[in-house]
């Protein structure tokens, strides 16, 4: 069974058939004006611009899906970070609880207190930053 083709090899066959093309626009068009097609290769001149004109947009398309891979993955790391960003607010929350419970039963230990500390410097960060 064949592997699939990457984008990259897709990406790399069109470039070398585009250049193949540009060869043959070449070969048919006029060595003094190369817009312009020699005399009786007109034909040949009109389907080499046009495959031309084909292949320069399945580049395109190709580079656009290059482009939207790489944005996709940084979506996908940013998503990652503000996870763990509201993973690690909600445990400091719920820590702050855990330690107003043991400050309301009388139980000092040096746990508590950090959580304590923690969980009060978030609730005044969250504070700060609505206003």
Request: glycine share 6%; no cysteine.
């Amino acid at each position: 069974m064949k592997k699939p083709a990457t984008t990259q090899e897709a990406r790399g066959f069109m470039e070398e058939l585009r250049r193949e093309l540009l060869r043959q626009k070449r070969a048919v068009g006029d060595p003094r004006a190369p817009m312009r097609a020699r005399p009786g290769q007109e034909e040949a001149f009109e389907k080499v611009e046009e495959n031309l004109a084909k292949a320069a947009f399945i580049l395109d398309i190709l580079e656009k899906e290059g482009r939207r891979t790489v944005a996709r993955k940084a979506v996908k790391a940013v998503d990652a970070l503000l996870d763990g960003f509201l993973v690690f607010g909600f445990s400091l929350l719920a820590m702050l609880g855990v330690a107003a419970a043991a400050v309301l039963l009388n139980t000092p230990s040096p746990v508590a207190q950090a959580t304590a500390i923690a969980g009060v410097g978030v609730a005044l960060a969250r504070a700060v930053a609505r206003k």
